[in-house]
């Protein structure tokens, strides 16, 4: 190859980056050991504290055979997200209620069928083991009496309402998501 023939093809390479500019000014200053301690005395001490609770799709009725008499239950799965919309851990109080429409009553009312308390949440080593990594939820299963796995025809029901709740520790927030299983 002529080098004369190469200078379009360099030429067109280099193309891009004439948007590219290079500084001529200093680089600032790091700042002074009282500056770093002023901003890290100004700073928020946790801004990643979950600002949401979100009961996650994933949520269905399932039953477990070859246990006797038959084991229903409900995989519950739902989501701590903070002020940004990551998902994050965070110990606390979980509460969990079932509900379904009340029997005779008018439209939309309903009735609370069940209801669970989990204290272990709180505990890190408890609360850790029921986080569900590859779905960056928390995974629970929640034993449950044997009219809830019927369908809906059966159970005389067309749904079912799960809501549940986490107390946070030091006098946080409690959040709260309710979502419908039909």
């Known amino acids: 190859m002529k080098p004369r023939a190469s200078i379009p093809w360099l030429a067109a390479a280099l193309a891009p980056l004439g948007g590219c500019t290079f500084s001529d000014t200093p680089e600032a200053a790091a700042p002074t050991e009282a500056q770093t301690a002023t901003l890290l005395a100004a700073a928020e ?3 990643f504290s979950p600002a949401s609770l979100r009961i996650h799709p994933l949520t269905h ?3 477990l055979p070859g246990r006797p008499g038959g ?3 409900i995989v519950l799965h739902f ?14 109080l979980v509460r969990v209620e079932l509900a379904k429409p009340a029997q005779g009553a008018l439209a939309g009312m309903e009735s609370r069928e069940l209801t669970w308390e ?7 080593d408890e609360n850790f083991q029921r986080f569900d990594t590859p779905t960056r939820t928390y995974r ?3 034993g449950a009496p044997s009219w809830v796995c019927q369908d809906a025809a059966t159970r ?7 809501r549940a709740s986490i107390e946070l520790p030091a006098g946080g927030p409690v959040l709260r998501d309710e979502y419908v299983i039909q």
């Open 140 to 142: 629970i299963t929640l």
């Open 156 to 162: 005389g029901a067309q749904w079912l309402k799960i």
């Open 118 to 124: 989990m204290p272990e949440f709180i505990n890190a």
């Open 45 to 47: 001490p946790n801004p």
């Open 79 to 92: 989501e701590l997200k903070d002020r940004y919309g990551d998902s994050v851990k965070a110990p606390g």
């Open 61 to 63: 009725v399932d039953s």
């Open 71 to 73: 084991s229903c239950v």
